[in-house]
């Protein structure tokens, strides 16, 4: 077993010769005369080390003797597999080095570990699954309260079973990750009781998604999953965007699988709602008829993704709108895709009497293409909010006849502002 001055030495020199923009006697020559830093608290040495690159971080014990060992006991950690690029091309050495220099980190920490975030999105590892089990090890006996894992989609793992044992959690961030029947989401959050926001990118469920919280308040899950079940009282923000499989073109095995209008029923007491790419296919088409009408009263801001010539999703957001009487916030990406009839009719057919959008503020349309419907549903709303005060519509290519008619369009709010990008 090495002393201890042996590995940070060795762990300093191993930053150095990533960078040698500064030297160890250039950095004692500064600090020489006069070091001002010398007597700073822990709690602030600690905010200076948190706010630096982890190997900048690491060359502070050459400040002072005092500054020695700080770099070892810090709160938060975050490795970025892009601060070890040597510039050389080889990645497979840089990826060794990052890998070496992460575990020699974790190993010569001392004390809790608050946060904890690695980055190497974009770049293929070796493999950091064998890894990440083993930093989830460290981590999980260092009361950890937020973790962060961006790994490259190409590199996906599982969730190690000792991420179960963190039963401090309160924020959690993976992408690229895999969840099994033996690797259960469920698991995670009942074990984690003080969990308060969960985010899942790149996500790949071979099974249900059930989530029982009470204390989650925001939630977003974006990859493939069969079905989402939540029993999250205080949920205040949910964001989820459902994948297809890559063979399939259509959402027909999703729709027999994904219960659309029972996973919006959990959601009557959040304040944002986001849901986007294929989701929204996954509705029923009886969805206003099957569904007894139940009131958003906490919904403020709601973001689609939209197809405005599908009847189901239209049908889905007209319920939505009319079910949120404190809607302030509206953002819709417009796509086309399989559209089968066309409703041009439908909000035009709207009875005018029903108040859509009494509180509404702010309307975002992206990817707008002045077709009948999404032109029907414009005039509607510049008709219908009386304190509405901007509708920004970003074009895609319209000539300037249409620019010109957009801007004369009639509405009832004197505040309202139409803004072309």
């Known amino acids: 077993m090495f002393p201890l001055s042996n590995c940070v030495q060795g762990l300093t020199v191993q930053a150095y010769q990533m960078d040698h923009e500064f030297s160890p006697e250039k950095i004692r020559k500064s600090v020489a005369d006069e070091d001002t830093i010398t007597n700073l608290p822990e709690s602030l040495r600690d905010k200076i080390l948190c706010c630096l690159p982890i190997k900048d971080a690491v060359r502070t014990c050459l400040l002072s003797r005092s500054w020695r060992y700080t770099w070892a006991s810090m709160t938060e950690l975050m490795f970025r597999r892009s601060?070890?690029?040597?510039?050389?091309?080889?990645?497979?050495?840089?990826?060794?080095?990052?890998?070496?220099?992460?575990?020699?980190?974790?190993?010569?920490?001392?004390?809790?570990?608050l946060k904890f975030g690695l980055n190497t999105q974009g770049i293929e590892m070796l493999s950091t699954g064998g890894h990440i089990y083993r930093w989830m090890r460290m981590l999980s006996r260092n009361g950890i309260k937020e973790i962060?894992?961006?790994?490259?989609?190409l590199d996906r793992y599982k969730i190690p079973s000792c991420f179960f044992s963190c039963d401090r959690l309160e924020h959690v961030y993976l992408r690229a990750c895999i969840l099994t029947r033996g690797n259960s989401l469920e698991d995670l959050v009942a074990s984690c009781l003080n969990l308060e926001k969960l985010h899942l990118s790149k996500l790949i469920s071979m099974n249900h998604i059930n989530i029982h919280s009470t204390k989650l308040k925001m939630l977003t899950i974006e990859g493939h999953f069969q079905h989402l079940n939540l029993h999250t009282p205080y949920l205040t923000s949910a964001a989820i965007k459902l994948n297809l499989k890559p063979d399939t073109n259509d959402a027909s095995t999703a729709r027999c699988n994904f219960n659309l209008s029972q996973f919006i029923a959990s959601l009557s007491d959040v304040e944002n709602i986001r849901l986007h790419w294929r989701i929204l296919e996954c509705v029923e088409h009886e969805f206003l008829i099957l569904k007894p009408p139940k009131l958003f009263n906490r919904l403020t801001d709601i973001s689609l993704e939209i197809n405005f010539g599908n009847p189901k999703e239209t049908n889905l957001a007209l319920f939505l709108f009319m079910h949120a009487p404190d809607l302030r916030f509206i953002s819709l990406k417009l796509i086309s895709r399989n559209s089968v009839v066309p409703p041009v009719h439908f909000w035009e057919s709207i009875d005018r009497h029903v108040c859509l959008f009494q509180n509404v503020h702010v309307v975002?349309?992206?990817?707008?293409?002045?077709?009948?419907?999404?032109?029907?549903?414009?005039?509607?709303?510049?008709?219908?909010?009386?304190?509405?005060?901007?509708?920004?519509?970003?074009?895609?290519?319209?000539?300037?006849?249409?620019h010109k008619n957009l801007l004369k369009m009639r509405r009832t709010s004197k505040e309202a502002e139409i803004v072309i990008l």
């Open 364 to 402: 975002d349309m992206i990817n707008f293409t002045a077709s009948f419907a999404e032109l029907a549903f414009l005039k509607l709303l510049l008709e219908d909010a009386p304190v509405l005060r901007k509708v920004k519509i970003r074009n895609k290519g319209l000539d300037r006849d249409v």
């Open 148 to 153: 962060h894992l961006r790994t490259s989609a």
């Open 83 to 113: 601060d070890f690029a040597s510039g050389n091309g080889n990645a497979k050495d840089d990826a060794c080095r990052f890998l070496k220099f992460t575990d020699m980190f974790l190993s010569l920490h001392n004390g809790p570990i």
